[in-house]
Protein backbone atom coordinates (compact mmCIF):
# COMPACT_ATOMS: atom_id res chain seq x y z
CA UNK A 1 0.00 0.00 0.00
CA UNK A 2 1.21 3.36 -1.18
CA UNK A 3 2.27 5.86 1.52
CA UNK A 4 -0.78 8.38 0.46
CA UNK A 5 -3.56 5.53 0.49
CA UNK A 6 -1.92 4.63 4.21
CA UNK A 7 -1.90 8.36 5.36
CA UNK A 8 -5.51 8.13 5.87
CA UNK A 9 -5.86 5.62 8.21
CA UNK A 10 -3.27 6.74 10.42
CA UNK A 11 -4.89 9.95 10.95
CA UNK A 12 -7.75 7.77 11.85
CA UNK A 13 -5.64 5.41 14.39
CA UNK A 14 -4.15 8.75 16.03
CA UNK A 15 -7.06 10.70 16.73
CA UNK A 16 -9.17 7.68 17.75
CA UNK A 17 -6.55 7.09 20.12
CA UNK A 18 -6.39 10.57 21.58
CA UNK A 19 -9.92 10.73 23.71
CA UNK A 20 -8.79 7.22 25.20
CA UNK A 21 -5.96 8.50 26.88
CA UNK A 22 -7.45 9.34 30.05
CA UNK A 23 -8.74 6.31 30.98
CA UNK A 24 -6.50 6.20 33.87
CA UNK A 25 -7.16 9.82 34.77
CA UNK A 26 -7.38 9.46 39.01
CA UNK A 27 -3.94 10.82 40.78
CA UNK A 28 -2.61 10.78 44.34
CA UNK A 29 -0.44 13.88 45.39
CA UNK A 30 0.63 15.03 48.84
CA UNK A 31 3.82 17.18 50.79
CA UNK A 32 6.24 15.05 52.56
CA UNK A 33 7.67 17.18 55.65
CA UNK A 34 9.56 15.76 59.05
CA UNK A 35 8.70 16.51 62.21
CA UNK A 36 9.93 20.17 61.96
CA UNK A 37 7.55 20.82 59.20
CA UNK A 38 10.01 21.15 56.83
CA UNK A 39 9.71 19.86 53.48
CA UNK A 40 11.66 17.02 52.40
CA UNK A 41 13.28 16.60 49.39
CA UNK A 42 14.35 13.34 47.37
CA UNK A 43 11.37 11.24 49.52
CA UNK A 44 10.31 7.88 46.86
CA UNK A 45 6.97 7.61 47.10
CA UNK A 46 5.92 4.28 46.43
CA UNK A 47 1.97 3.57 45.14
CA UNK A 48 0.78 -0.02 45.13
CA UNK A 49 -3.04 -0.95 43.73
CA UNK A 50 -4.04 -3.12 46.75
CA UNK A 51 -5.99 -5.70 44.06
CA UNK A 52 -3.13 -5.87 40.90
CA UNK A 53 -0.41 -5.34 43.01
CA UNK A 54 1.36 -3.00 40.34
CA UNK A 55 2.98 0.01 41.43
CA UNK A 56 4.08 3.07 40.62
CA UNK A 57 6.94 5.47 42.00
CA UNK A 58 7.46 9.17 42.07
CA UNK A 59 10.04 11.11 43.78
CA UNK A 60 9.23 14.54 45.42
CA UNK A 61 10.39 17.69 44.40
CA UNK A 62 12.78 20.81 46.66
CA UNK A 63 9.19 21.57 48.31
CA UNK A 64 8.42 18.11 49.20
CA UNK A 65 5.52 17.40 46.72
CA UNK A 66 4.83 14.71 44.51
CA UNK A 67 2.03 13.79 42.08
CA UNK A 68 1.56 10.48 40.55
CA UNK A 69 -0.61 10.73 37.53
CA UNK A 70 -2.42 7.88 35.11
CA UNK A 71 -4.02 5.92 37.59
CA UNK A 72 -6.82 4.11 37.72
CA UNK A 73 -9.89 3.93 40.15
CA UNK A 74 -9.18 1.24 42.64
CA UNK A 75 -7.78 0.79 46.37
CA UNK A 76 -3.97 1.59 46.80
CA UNK A 77 -1.49 1.49 49.42
CA UNK A 78 0.67 4.44 49.60
CA UNK A 79 4.74 4.41 50.91
CA UNK A 80 6.86 7.32 51.38
CA UNK A 81 10.96 6.10 52.35
CA UNK A 82 14.05 8.25 53.14
CA UNK A 83 17.02 7.13 54.33
CA UNK A 84 17.32 8.27 57.54
CA UNK A 85 13.74 8.27 58.21
CA UNK A 86 11.28 5.61 59.21
CA UNK A 87 9.39 4.65 56.08
CA UNK A 88 5.63 5.55 56.61
CA UNK A 89 2.72 3.84 54.54
CA UNK A 90 -1.04 5.01 54.32
CA UNK A 91 -3.36 1.82 53.93
CA UNK A 92 -6.83 1.99 51.99
CA UNK A 93 -6.71 4.94 49.85
CA UNK A 94 -9.68 4.41 47.85
CA UNK A 95 -9.48 6.47 44.44
CA UNK A 96 -12.61 7.35 42.19
CA UNK A 97 -12.97 8.22 38.51
CA UNK A 98 -11.46 11.28 37.65
CA UNK A 99 -10.34 12.13 41.57
CA UNK A 100 -7.33 13.64 42.96
CA UNK A 101 -6.50 12.04 46.07
CA UNK A 102 -4.18 14.40 48.80
CA UNK A 103 -1.90 11.85 50.88
CA UNK A 104 0.36 13.83 53.15
CA UNK A 105 2.69 12.29 55.02
CA UNK A 106 5.13 13.29 58.20
CA UNK A 107 8.75 11.16 58.14
CA UNK A 108 10.17 10.60 61.52
CA UNK A 109 13.84 9.99 62.08
CA UNK A 110 15.19 6.69 61.91
CA UNK A 111 15.88 3.43 60.43
CA UNK A 112 14.31 2.84 56.86
CA UNK A 113 13.55 -0.78 57.94
CA UNK A 114 11.05 0.69 60.50
CA UNK A 115 8.02 1.65 59.32
CA UNK A 116 4.89 3.31 60.98
CA UNK A 117 1.64 2.42 58.60
CA UNK A 118 -1.80 4.62 59.66
CA UNK A 119 -5.38 3.44 58.05
CA UNK A 120 -6.61 5.49 55.68
CA UNK A 121 -10.16 7.47 56.17
CA UNK A 122 -12.43 8.02 53.42
CA UNK A 123 -12.64 11.69 53.00
CA UNK A 124 -16.67 13.15 52.40
CA UNK A 125 -15.32 16.14 50.65
CA UNK A 126 -13.45 16.78 47.62
CA UNK A 127 -10.94 18.71 48.72
CA UNK A 128 -8.81 18.99 45.53
CA UNK A 129 -11.30 19.42 43.10
CA UNK A 130 -14.35 22.53 42.62
CA UNK A 131 -16.65 21.21 41.37
CA UNK A 132 -20.38 19.23 42.06
CA UNK A 133 -20.21 15.27 40.94
CA UNK A 134 -21.53 12.30 42.28
CA UNK A 135 -20.15 8.67 42.56
CA UNK A 136 -21.63 5.53 41.87
CA UNK A 137 -19.11 2.83 43.24
CA UNK A 138 -19.22 -1.21 42.71
CA UNK A 139 -21.25 -1.30 46.26
CA UNK A 140 -24.08 1.07 44.57
CA UNK A 141 -24.18 -1.06 41.78
CA UNK A 142 -24.39 -4.70 43.06
CA UNK A 143 -26.94 -3.36 46.12
CA UNK A 144 -29.46 -0.79 44.40
CA UNK A 145 -32.29 -1.87 42.42
CA UNK A 146 -32.06 -1.23 38.66
CA UNK A 147 -34.75 -0.51 36.46
CA UNK A 148 -34.17 -3.48 33.77
CA UNK A 149 -30.67 -3.38 34.88
CA UNK A 150 -29.44 -0.50 33.03
CA UNK A 151 -26.73 1.62 35.46
CA UNK A 152 -27.62 4.93 33.43
CA UNK A 153 -31.04 4.91 35.48
CA UNK A 154 -28.80 5.86 38.78
CA UNK A 155 -27.52 9.01 37.15
CA UNK A 156 -30.87 11.18 38.46
CA UNK A 157 -30.21 10.19 41.78
CA UNK A 158 -26.16 12.29 42.16
CA UNK A 159 -25.67 15.93 43.41
CA UNK A 160 -27.50 18.56 41.00
CA UNK A 161 -29.33 16.28 39.04
CA UNK A 162 -32.84 15.49 38.43
CA UNK A 163 -34.81 13.41 36.26
CA UNK A 164 -37.13 10.20 35.76
CA UNK A 165 -34.64 7.51 36.48
CA UNK A 166 -35.26 6.23 32.97
CA UNK A 167 -33.70 5.78 29.69
CA UNK A 168 -36.05 6.38 26.40
CA UNK A 169 -34.72 4.15 23.44
CA UNK A 170 -34.21 5.03 19.26
CA UNK A 171 -33.12 3.06 16.91
CA UNK A 172 -34.51 -0.44 17.24
CA UNK A 173 -37.11 0.80 19.60
CA UNK A 174 -37.72 -0.87 23.18
CA UNK A 175 -38.36 -0.09 26.39
CA UNK A 176 -34.47 1.44 26.58
CA UNK A 177 -34.43 -0.02 30.42
CA UNK A 178 -31.55 -2.27 29.56
CA UNK A 179 -28.10 -2.66 27.96
CA UNK A 180 -28.77 -3.62 24.42
CA UNK A 181 -30.43 -0.16 22.93
CA UNK A 182 -28.07 0.96 20.30
CA UNK A 183 -29.35 4.63 20.88
CA UNK A 184 -30.40 5.05 24.42
CA UNK A 185 -31.51 8.42 26.19
CA UNK A 186 -31.20 8.51 29.82
CA UNK A 187 -33.83 11.12 30.96
CA UNK A 188 -31.03 13.16 33.26
CA UNK A 189 -31.21 17.09 33.63
CA UNK A 190 -28.39 18.96 34.72
CA UNK A 191 -27.75 22.82 35.79
CA UNK A 192 -31.53 23.61 33.98
CA UNK A 193 -30.03 22.02 30.65
CA UNK A 194 -32.27 19.19 28.45
CA UNK A 195 -30.81 15.53 27.89
CA UNK A 196 -29.83 16.43 24.41
CA UNK A 197 -26.35 18.51 26.68
CA UNK A 198 -25.42 15.10 28.34
CA UNK A 199 -22.05 13.39 27.55
CA UNK A 200 -21.29 10.32 28.07
CA UNK A 201 -17.70 7.85 28.05
CA UNK A 202 -16.83 4.64 28.78
CA UNK A 203 -13.08 4.56 29.70
CA UNK A 204 -12.97 7.74 28.53
CA UNK A 205 -13.38 7.26 24.90
CA UNK A 206 -16.89 9.14 23.54
CA UNK A 207 -19.85 7.04 23.50
CA UNK A 208 -21.98 9.84 22.54
CA UNK A 209 -24.32 9.59 18.95
CA UNK A 210 -22.96 11.74 16.03
CA UNK A 211 -26.86 12.22 14.94
CA UNK A 212 -28.32 12.81 18.46
CA UNK A 213 -27.52 14.99 21.52
CA UNK A 214 -27.54 12.89 24.89
CA UNK A 215 -27.80 9.62 23.07
CA UNK A 216 -25.32 6.91 24.51
CA UNK A 217 -24.69 4.35 21.51
CA UNK A 218 -23.03 1.64 24.32
CA UNK A 219 -24.69 0.73 27.90
CA UNK A 220 -22.52 -0.95 29.22
CA UNK A 221 -23.60 -4.19 31.47
CA UNK A 222 -23.70 -3.14 35.13
CA UNK A 223 -21.90 -6.33 36.25
CA UNK A 224 -19.09 -5.15 33.66
CA UNK A 225 -18.93 -2.03 35.46
CA UNK A 226 -16.53 -0.61 38.38
CA UNK A 227 -18.06 2.82 38.94
CA UNK A 228 -19.75 5.66 37.21
CA UNK A 229 -18.49 9.23 37.70
CA UNK A 230 -21.42 12.16 37.31
CA UNK A 231 -20.24 15.50 37.38
CA UNK A 232 -23.32 18.40 37.21
CA UNK A 233 -21.03 21.42 36.63
CA UNK A 234 -17.26 22.92 36.91
CA UNK A 235 -15.84 19.93 34.97
CA UNK A 236 -12.79 20.20 33.42
CA UNK A 237 -12.24 22.01 30.48
CA UNK A 238 -10.97 18.23 28.70
CA UNK A 239 -14.96 17.60 28.90
CA UNK A 240 -15.78 20.39 26.14
CA UNK A 241 -18.04 18.65 23.83
CA UNK A 242 -21.07 19.63 25.77
CA UNK A 243 -22.32 21.68 28.91
CA UNK A 244 -24.85 19.37 30.48
CA UNK A 245 -24.08 16.48 32.81
CA UNK A 246 -20.25 14.33 32.39
CA UNK A 247 -21.63 10.53 32.71
CA UNK A 248 -18.19 9.00 33.14
CA UNK A 249 -18.09 4.95 33.18
CA UNK A 250 -14.64 3.16 34.08
CA UNK A 251 -15.08 -0.45 33.36
CA UNK A 252 -13.63 -3.44 35.14
CA UNK A 253 -10.77 -5.01 34.76
CA UNK A 254 -9.56 -8.66 36.83
CA UNK A 255 -7.17 -8.31 40.03
CA UNK A 256 -4.55 -11.31 41.29
CA UNK A 257 -7.48 -13.26 42.60
CA UNK A 258 -9.73 -15.04 40.49
CA UNK A 259 -13.27 -13.72 40.64
CA UNK A 260 -16.48 -14.63 38.87
CA UNK A 261 -20.42 -14.27 39.50
CA UNK A 262 -23.63 -15.65 37.81
CA UNK A 263 -27.36 -13.76 37.63
CA UNK A 264 -30.07 -14.42 36.56
CA UNK A 265 -33.65 -11.29 36.61
CA UNK A 266 -36.75 -12.90 36.09
CA UNK A 267 -40.54 -10.95 35.73
CA UNK A 268 -43.88 -11.86 34.57
CA UNK A 269 -46.90 -11.47 34.78
CA UNK A 270 -47.96 -13.23 37.47
CA UNK A 271 -48.16 -10.15 39.77
CA UNK A 272 -49.79 -7.46 37.00
CA UNK A 273 -53.40 -6.28 37.26
CA UNK A 274 -55.56 -6.06 34.06
CA UNK A 275 -56.22 -2.36 32.50
CA UNK A 276 -58.89 -1.38 31.46
CA UNK A 277 -59.16 -2.91 27.66
CA UNK A 278 -58.20 -6.30 29.23
CA UNK A 279 -60.88 -9.13 30.62
CA UNK A 280 -57.59 -10.90 31.81
CA UNK A 281 -53.83 -10.27 32.16
CA UNK A 282 -52.33 -11.30 28.47
CA UNK A 283 -48.85 -13.50 28.97
CA UNK A 284 -45.17 -11.93 29.96
CA UNK A 285 -42.05 -13.21 30.18
CA UNK A 286 -39.01 -11.41 30.34
CA UNK A 287 -35.19 -13.29 31.43
CA UNK A 288 -32.61 -11.13 31.96
CA UNK A 289 -29.04 -13.57 32.87
CA UNK A 290 -25.39 -13.08 32.69
CA UNK A 291 -22.00 -13.78 34.16
CA UNK A 292 -18.55 -12.60 34.50
CA UNK A 293 -15.25 -13.85 35.01
CA UNK A 294 -11.84 -11.99 35.85
CA UNK A 295 -8.23 -12.79 37.16
CA UNK A 296 -4.70 -12.68 36.34
CA UNK A 297 -2.49 -13.97 33.17
CA UNK A 298 0.79 -13.49 34.96
CA UNK A 299 0.73 -12.38 38.45
CA UNK A 300 1.35 -8.32 39.28
CA UNK A 301 1.49 -7.90 35.30
CA UNK A 302 -1.13 -9.03 33.48
CA UNK A 303 -4.90 -9.52 33.86
CA UNK A 304 -8.40 -10.11 32.01
CA UNK A 305 -11.61 -9.68 32.70
CA UNK A 306 -14.90 -10.84 30.06
CA UNK A 307 -18.77 -10.11 30.85
CA UNK A 308 -22.07 -11.65 28.97
CA UNK A 309 -25.18 -10.77 29.71
CA UNK A 310 -28.26 -11.88 28.00
CA UNK A 311 -31.86 -10.49 27.83
CA UNK A 312 -35.00 -13.03 26.45
CA UNK A 313 -38.65 -11.15 26.63
CA UNK A 314 -41.82 -12.13 25.09
CA UNK A 315 -45.23 -10.69 26.01
CA UNK A 316 -46.95 -7.33 25.11
CA UNK A 317 -49.95 -5.54 26.84
CA UNK A 318 -53.40 -5.23 25.19
CA UNK A 319 -53.48 -2.41 22.49
CA UNK A 320 -56.64 -0.73 20.81
CA UNK A 321 -56.41 0.13 16.96
CA UNK A 322 -59.11 1.64 14.65
CA UNK A 323 -59.37 -1.13 11.64
CA UNK A 324 -62.05 -1.84 9.00
CA UNK A 325 -65.17 -3.99 9.96
CA UNK A 326 -65.86 -7.32 8.40
CA UNK A 327 -69.04 -6.07 6.62
CA UNK A 328 -66.90 -3.30 5.04
CA UNK A 329 -64.16 -5.47 4.10
CA UNK A 330 -66.91 -7.88 2.58
CA UNK A 331 -68.91 -4.81 0.65
CA UNK A 332 -65.24 -3.42 -0.81
CA UNK A 333 -64.31 -7.25 -2.43
CA UNK A 334 -67.64 -7.43 -3.70
CA UNK A 335 -67.82 -3.95 -5.58
CA UNK A 336 -63.77 -3.27 -6.06
CA UNK A 337 -62.46 -6.93 -6.61
CA UNK A 338 -59.43 -5.43 -8.41
CA UNK A 339 -58.57 -2.28 -6.38
CA UNK A 340 -55.70 -1.89 -4.10
CA UNK A 341 -57.85 -1.68 -1.28
CA UNK A 342 -59.19 -4.96 -1.77
CA UNK A 343 -56.08 -6.29 -1.92
CA UNK A 344 -55.21 -4.77 1.31
CA UNK A 345 -58.05 -6.02 3.28
CA UNK A 346 -58.07 -9.51 1.99
CA UNK A 347 -53.96 -10.29 2.52
CA UNK A 348 -53.18 -7.67 5.49
CA UNK A 349 -55.77 -8.40 7.17
CA UNK A 350 -55.81 -7.37 11.22
CA UNK A 351 -55.53 -10.05 13.88
CA UNK A 352 -58.83 -8.50 15.50
CA UNK A 353 -62.24 -7.03 14.40
CA UNK A 354 -63.49 -4.26 15.98
CA UNK A 355 -65.85 -4.79 18.79
CA UNK A 356 -66.59 -0.78 20.04
CA UNK A 357 -66.88 2.63 18.83
CA UNK A 358 -68.23 1.97 15.26
CA UNK A 359 -68.66 4.68 12.19
CA UNK A 360 -69.63 4.60 8.75
CA UNK A 361 -67.74 5.64 6.22
CA UNK A 362 -67.57 9.21 5.08
CA UNK A 363 -68.81 9.96 1.52
CA UNK A 364 -67.38 9.36 -1.43
CA UNK A 365 -66.28 11.54 -4.22
CA UNK A 366 -68.25 12.42 -7.36
CA UNK A 367 -69.14 9.15 -8.98
CA UNK A 368 -68.15 6.49 -7.30
CA UNK A 369 -70.80 4.33 -5.22
CA UNK A 370 -71.04 5.17 -1.22
CA UNK A 371 -71.67 2.11 1.21
CA UNK A 372 -75.23 1.44 1.70
CA UNK A 373 -76.60 3.41 4.21
CA UNK A 374 -75.85 2.30 8.15
CA UNK A 375 -73.16 -0.01 6.73
CA UNK A 376 -70.67 0.23 9.51
CA UNK A 377 -67.04 0.90 8.13
CA UNK A 378 -64.38 1.55 11.19
CA UNK A 379 -64.41 0.55 14.77
CA UNK A 380 -61.97 0.16 17.55
CA UNK A 381 -60.41 -3.40 17.90
CA UNK A 382 -58.57 -4.47 20.88
CA UNK A 383 -55.50 -6.64 20.70
CA UNK A 384 -52.50 -8.42 22.13
CA UNK A 385 -49.39 -7.36 19.53
CA UNK A 386 -46.79 -9.67 18.42
CA UNK A 387 -43.94 -8.20 20.41
CA UNK A 388 -40.21 -9.52 21.12
CA UNK A 389 -36.72 -8.66 22.29
CA UNK A 390 -34.17 -10.43 22.38
CA UNK A 391 -30.23 -8.85 23.19
CA UNK A 392 -26.64 -10.04 24.18
CA UNK A 393 -23.79 -8.72 25.27
CA UNK A 394 -19.99 -9.52 25.43
CA UNK A 395 -17.13 -7.77 26.48
CA UNK A 396 -13.68 -8.21 27.30
CA UNK A 397 -10.81 -6.78 28.71
CA UNK A 398 -7.06 -6.66 28.93
CA UNK A 399 -4.91 -4.80 31.21
CA UNK A 400 -0.93 -5.36 30.90
CA UNK A 401 2.16 -3.91 32.16
CA UNK A 402 4.56 -3.86 29.47
CA UNK A 403 7.46 -2.40 31.40
CA UNK A 404 6.56 -2.40 35.15
CA UNK A 405 6.11 1.46 36.41
CA UNK A 406 7.11 2.91 32.66
CA UNK A 407 4.55 1.46 29.91
CA UNK A 408 1.03 0.14 30.82
CA UNK A 409 -1.37 -1.28 27.98
CA UNK A 410 -5.09 -1.36 27.95
CA UNK A 411 -7.99 -2.32 25.48
CA UNK A 412 -11.46 -3.49 26.05
CA UNK A 413 -13.84 -4.57 23.39
CA UNK A 414 -17.71 -4.80 23.89
CA UNK A 415 -19.89 -6.39 21.34
CA UNK A 416 -23.68 -6.29 21.71
CA UNK A 417 -26.68 -7.21 19.66
CA UNK A 418 -30.42 -6.85 20.06
CA UNK A 419 -33.75 -7.89 17.91
CA UNK A 420 -36.67 -5.71 18.56
CA UNK A 421 -40.70 -6.79 17.62
CA UNK A 422 -42.85 -4.31 18.53
CA UNK A 423 -46.19 -5.64 16.22
CA UNK A 424 -49.21 -3.67 14.75
CA UNK A 425 -52.86 -5.00 14.33
CA UNK A 426 -51.85 -6.41 10.92
CA UNK A 427 -49.33 -9.08 11.26
CA UNK A 428 -48.45 -9.13 7.92
CA UNK A 429 -46.72 -6.15 8.66
CA UNK A 430 -44.81 -7.23 11.78
CA UNK A 431 -41.15 -7.37 10.84
CA UNK A 432 -38.25 -7.47 13.61
CA UNK A 433 -35.40 -4.79 13.95
CA UNK A 434 -32.10 -5.61 14.70
CA UNK A 435 -28.79 -3.58 15.55
CA UNK A 436 -25.36 -4.43 15.78
CA UNK A 437 -23.18 -1.82 18.22
CA UNK A 438 -19.61 -2.78 18.35
CA UNK A 439 -16.72 -0.12 21.26
CA UNK A 440 -13.81 -0.81 21.06
CA UNK A 441 -10.73 1.29 23.18
CA UNK A 442 -6.50 0.92 23.53
CA UNK A 443 -4.64 2.82 25.79
CA UNK A 444 -0.93 3.03 26.23
CA UNK A 445 0.84 4.95 28.72
CA UNK A 446 4.49 5.90 29.35
CA UNK A 447 5.92 7.40 32.02
CA UNK A 448 8.96 9.50 31.48
CA UNK A 449 10.08 10.64 34.88
CA UNK A 450 8.73 9.93 38.62
CA UNK A 451 9.96 13.65 39.78
CA UNK A 452 7.27 16.11 40.01
Known amino acids: MSLQRLFPYVVIALTAAIPAAGQFNSSIQGVVTDPTSALVPGVVVRITNSQTGVSREAETSAE ?6 SLGAGIYRVEASKQGFRTAARDRVELGISEAARVDFELSVGAVSES ?3 GAQAVAVETEQGRVSGRIDRTQLNDIPLNGRNLYNLIALQPGIVGRGIS ?3 GAGGSGNDAFSGEAGPQAFSS ?14 SVNSAARGGITNLTPSADSVEEVRVVANNFSAVEGRNSGAQIQV ?3 SGTNQFHGSASEYFTNNTLASRSVFESSVPVFRRNQFGYTVGGPIVRNRTFFFHSYEGLRQSGARVATSSVETPEFRDWVMRTRPNSIAAV ?6 PSAPPTSAFREAGAPRPGQTPPPAGLPALGTAQFVPESFRDGNQFSARIDHELRPGKDRLSGNLYRTTSSTMTGGIRPSFNRPTDELTYFGSLNHTHTFSRTS
Do not use: C, H, M, P
Open 64 to 69: GFYLVL
Open 116 to 118: VTV
Open 168 to 170: AAL
Open 192 to 205: GQRTESNSFTVDDS
Open 250 to 252: ITK
Open 344 to 349: LLRDFA
